[in-house]
């Protein structure tokens, strides 16, 4: 059984940073990525990375901003967010893949944490 629990979340202020783990029991995964979904909105993708951490990918709201990493020793991965918008207020998800590069496609990964939330203020 795949667990996946987020932590890193909270209150912060625009322009500020916020770091946010993925630990990740049960199995060695492939992909790994951060999908995120404001009140009202879809869950949308934020960030992905294949398993050797040589490729990544991001949403283009979050391109310089956002940074995705992972150590495959510990079976976590990472979002370290700067610069923070009131925009980016939502709950995060952490989500697992087989894939060997899901991309942004949410129907490519499997298992889920059950989300943090980060709040931009103004």
């Known amino acids: 059984q795949v667990q996946l629990v987020e932590s890193g979340g909270g209150l912060v202020q625009a322009g500020g940073s916020l770091r946010l783990s993925c630990a990740a029991s049960?199995?060695?995964?492939?992909?790994m990525g951060w999908f995120r979904q404001a009140p009202g909105k879809e869950r949308e993708f934020v960030a992905g990375i294949v398993y050797s951490g040589q490729r990544t990918e991001y949403a283009d709201s979050v391109k310089g901003r956002f940074t995705i990493s992972r150590d495959n020793a510990k079976n976590a991965v990472y979002l370290q967010m700067n610069s923070l918008k009131p925009e980016d207020t939502a709950v995060y998800y952490c989500?697992?893949?087989?894939?060997?590069?899901?991309?942004?496609?949410?129907?490519?990964?499997?298992?889920w944490g059950q989300g943090t939330q980060v709040t931009v203020s103004s």
């Open positions: 049960g199995r060695t995964f492939s992909s």
């Open positions: 989500a697992t893949s087989t894939w060997i590069i899901p991309g942004g496609i949410e129907e490519r990964y499997r298992s």
